[in-house]
DNA sequence: AAATAAATCGAGCGTTCGTTCTATTTATGT
DNA sequence: ACATAAATAGAACGAACGCTCGATTTATTT
């Protein structure tokens, strides 16, 4: 897998796995750290799929996989993704067939990749989770984190959650093995708190379920919460109110 | 709109919109009463989409309708609505291109025809909460048949959530609403209690918002909390544990 | 039982889809 | 400047799609 022009990536998912320890408190924070984003993302995506993809050179590749999947956010999140043809990305994009069919062997090659980024993220959040010291500040860092990272990505995450259908059977019930592994997640951390009394005794399943289905609401429908932030410290602003909503309902549920 | 064979339906909400006051406490209970189910169903869509409908005697049109709309459903749900080609619809219901088209004009009426059934169960849901007494009752209420609706209609309102987009922007945006008409009913509702001192002061949007989530999951992932519950007394016993999980959430954050 | 109406059948229509392929253009290396 | 390799263009292909329609079967009426 030797590149011609080799771009920074995140091939070896290891290789950012133990940043220096850090409590995240700002999206501005988050995102000087988190990887996946801008050329480097697609780069992460050139060579992890790189038996699929025909180009060679990484500047081509990263430049074409970044029109191909913007384009098919913009079209899928409106129609769905089995109702996007590649005609439609072939005019949206400005390549043609044969461009597109360099970077992709077949249509479904781009919700894989999708799936992938977001399987990623995933494992960067619970990480980064697992570094916090306190069980409730690491119930805080795996929510700030999930919030940061599914706002910058928020058409992967979107696109996977409605798209996952459109993947073959391994891939989505990995998907839905990352709800599950949220949730369980919680419930593992919300139960130790329990036990060692620093938490009120609760419906430990319930709040950790709750505490994933309001992240993948803030994804699945911004239009409820986000509106149209578009100034870096409204988007600031905005995140930080879901946050500090999400915290202050489970704190009062778990205040001893 | 003279029927050769009318069979009970609900064309007119209006006529189903006032029954005589009663608190709902269990599924059981509902069943009896709520009127979208079996025959009535189809009935019902038999009337209000007759425009759409070749056939023209209901005995024909009710069991076709219910073949097809099972078999969407079975299909679908696998890979979603545009996948399913009207051939597989044909196979799975055993029924011809022909018959299936004398009940149908077109692939995406059989969407508008869930997207009609959704709203009108949501509408029977919002009617009656509205009868119930005090605010909280009126809370529980709502709770209660909304998830008695949507355990009966699971695979309508599933449906629904995830084909959205492939109904024509008015019905999008209709279906959006119920959504938002749910989380600003529960708001008020909330706002009511505090503002009489019933209930301790929240954040009632924040609240409203987590109710609905948590109604949507119920029926969006059934393999989370409703497993392979196919006895009635089983059924009844795991609506009610996710109900009383819910209520207890929500009363732990209002009690004075 | 004949006559009429309704429902069903499924081959076939035109279209559009994902994908392929070759000619051409553009970039790279010497 | 030339040679070579890589990337792009877009016409063309077969398959599958939604949908139609005349022929046929089934049900109803007289």
Redesign the interface.
Known sequence: MTKLAPLSSVADIDQVAHPPRQELNSYAEFLTGFPLKGEKLYATLFDRHAERIQTQKAKYAVANLEKILNATFEVSG???F??MSLRDLSKRTGMSMGAIYSCIRKKEDIALMVADVVRLSSDLTRRHAMQAESVWSQIEQSIRFHLYASTLLQPWYFFLF?ET??LPEQQQSESKQIE?DA?ESFKVQIEAGIASGEFHS??AA??A??IV??L??WYL?PW?TQLLARSPAEQEQRIDNYYQ?IT??VS??LAV
Chains 1, 2 share one sequence.
């Open positions: 409106v129609s769905g089995d109702r409605f259908r459109s599950l949730i609760v419906d319930m709040l379920n709750t289905v309001l993948e609401d429908k409820k909503s202050k309902l009062k549920l």
